[in-house]
């Protein structure tokens, strides 16, 4: 009987291959760093090629580290950074260009020219004009490198985001595919249809030969014929969407929060796209056997990164636990509160120009008190994205999942239950994203049976409840409010 799922979890900085058991239980992981190339500024990539061979490495690194036979897999599953652009020759599979990364600024002018495109791009893709998401960057290499349009137009370059990259390469060349979460975040997939849109490959020129074939998240991708093994490639969906199954968020109104360097909140509002008035962005959560459900999401740009700040820039602290035991020295924020707006605000503000400001602080202020509201200021962010969901969405969300470095603070945990008045459930299982493509391959492997069995094998291990009075919440929550319109006052 085949024992594992092999997931494999591309991301920004490195690559990761885990090995799950039939219950859905971690059993082994390997990661290899990945080099980032910074060749301008604000230009952010990387060699496709690279993110390739690490793959392979902990592919067979974590094998060897189990002590466990390629027999024994039952499929693979792959999740990955998203929006991150490749492209290559279909026939030398050489990238033409390097990997240009989702945090990359390189195409703004591009988007910039396409600002009377809003209203259309939006409510075909769900997204907004950003350089963050993949057509501009297609538009960016097309354009940047010699004859590469024509060849798109010729079929002799393709596109893919990493999933399909490394699809390519498992099959050795054989299937060119991408799933549906992937593809609602090039902004060129209408989530309406679930296919190409070809007035969006019109506005921003960029030929059709060139993109993947598009299917559901859960599907038989093909063989790894790379490693010459009858192992398919079986569930697919790009890192948010599949830390959010592998949450096991498969109701309406299910939410879940990462807290990772930013925070990711990603909301299952259903069968039906919800478009935001608010900055939300709307995508799609997974498609399974022909039924697609949707999310919002929002991020904070500054969420475990405050906690970094801390420890390097203010040097408060040594290491990031450090950040509970100086908060807990202190019996609450003595009314501090800090507003980390290191790169401006993300959801629901949209504000580039804030910076980080501190309010409240009297002669009594101490580090403790400065690290305490940091925590909260984490919080905070999350509340009033979560705050957005809830009334675009008029879904009342009745608890939050989470997972992330930053969940590790009990004190976070516990005062992002207290303000926002509900429980928080820790799943044991903090791999999320790569647990979340483990249970889609393993549905379509027969691994595990039903939805109902995935959740019957998820264990929550932390559970937080509001300690705090509703009213205490309120009154800390308008004094954030403050804060925030205070900040964004400022300028300098
Ligand atoms: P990413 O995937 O974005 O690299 P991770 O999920 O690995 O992020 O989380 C890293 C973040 O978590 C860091 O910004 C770090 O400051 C924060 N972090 C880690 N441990 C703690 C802790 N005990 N308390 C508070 N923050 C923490």
């Not at 002590?67 to 290559?88: A, C, L, M, P, Y």
């Not at 350089?131 to 393709?158: C, H, M, N, T, W």
Request: with cysteine; net charge positive; hydrophobic share 40%.
């Amino acid at each position: 009987m085949k024992k594992y799922i092999l997931s494999i979890d591309q991301g920004t900085t490195s690559s990761r291959a885990i090995l799950f058991d039939r219950k859905g239980s971690l059993v082994a992981s390997a990661s290899k760093e990945v080099n980032l190339v910074y060749q301008k500024e604000g230009y952010v990539e990387a060699d496709a090629t690279e993110i390739w061979s690490s793959v392979v490495d902990v592919i067979n690194n974590v094998l060897i580290k189990a002590n466990v036979k390629w027999e024994e897999i039952d499929s693979f599953g792959i999740t990955n950074q998203r929006e991150t652009t490749v492209i290559w020759e279909k026939k030398t599979e050489k990238p033409v260009y390097n990997a240009i990364i989702w945090q990359s600024r390189q195409s703004q002018y591009i988007c910039e020219k396409l600002a009377k495109k809003e209203t259309i791009i939006h409510n075909k893709t769900g997204l907004i004009i950003n350089p963050y998401f993949s057509a501009s960057k297609i538009r960016f290499i097309l354009d940047k490198v010699d004859g590469a349009q024509k060849r798109a137009e010729k079929g002799e370059l393709l596109f893919g985001t990493i999933d399909t990259w490394l699809i390519w390469k498992l099959t050795n060349g054989k299937v060119h595919a991408t799933d549906t979460t992937n593809a609602s975040r090039t902004l060129l997939f209408n989530i309406n249809t679930l296919k190409w849109d070809k007035d969006l490959l019109e506005i921003f020129n960029i030929p059709e030969k060139m993109l993947p074939e598009v299917y559901s998240s859960k599907h038989d991708y093909g063989k790894i014929e790379y490693f010459n093994r009858d192992i398919h490639i079986l569930g697919v969906a790009g890192d948010q969407q599949a830390s959010l199954f592998g949450h096991t968020c498969f109701k309406e109104g299910d939410c879940k929060n990462t807290y990772g360097t930013g925070c990711f909140m990603l909301m299952n509002t259903g069968s039906k796209p919800i478009l935001s008035k608010k900055g939300l962005l709307t995508t799609i959560a997974w498609t399974i056997d022909g039924k697609t459900t949707y999310a919002l999401e929002g991020s904070v740009f500054i969420g475990g990164a405050a906690i970094q700040w801390l420890r390097d820039g203010l040097k408060v602290i040594k290491e990031a636990p450090e950040a509970d035991e100086s908060a807990l020295k202190v019996k609450d924020n003595g009314g501090v509160y800090f507003v980390p707006a290191f790169v401006g605000l993300g959801t629901p503000y949209w504000d580039d120009d804030v910076r980080g400001t501190i309010f409240g602080m009297t002669r009594a202020t101490n580090r403790h008190h400065i690290v305490r509201a940091t925590l909260e200021a984490i919080a905070f962010q999350s509340k009033d994205v979560f705050d957005i969901m809830s009334e675009e969405s008029q879904i009342v969300i009745k608890s939050l999942k989470v997972d992330g470095g930053a969940t590790n603070s009990n004190v976070l945990m516990q005062f992002q239950s207290d303000i926002l008045q509900i429980d928080i459930q820790k799943p044991c299982c903090l791999e999320s994203t790569a647990l979340g493509v483990c249970y889609l391959a393993g549905l379509q492997s027969g691994f595990f049976k039903s939805l109902k069995h995935v959740k019957d094998c998820h264990d929550v291990k932390a559970e937080f409840s509001p300690k705090m009075p509703a009213n205490l919440a309120q009154n800390y929550t308008k004094s954030w409010t403050n804060a925030v319109k205070a900040a964004r006052l400022f300028k300098a």
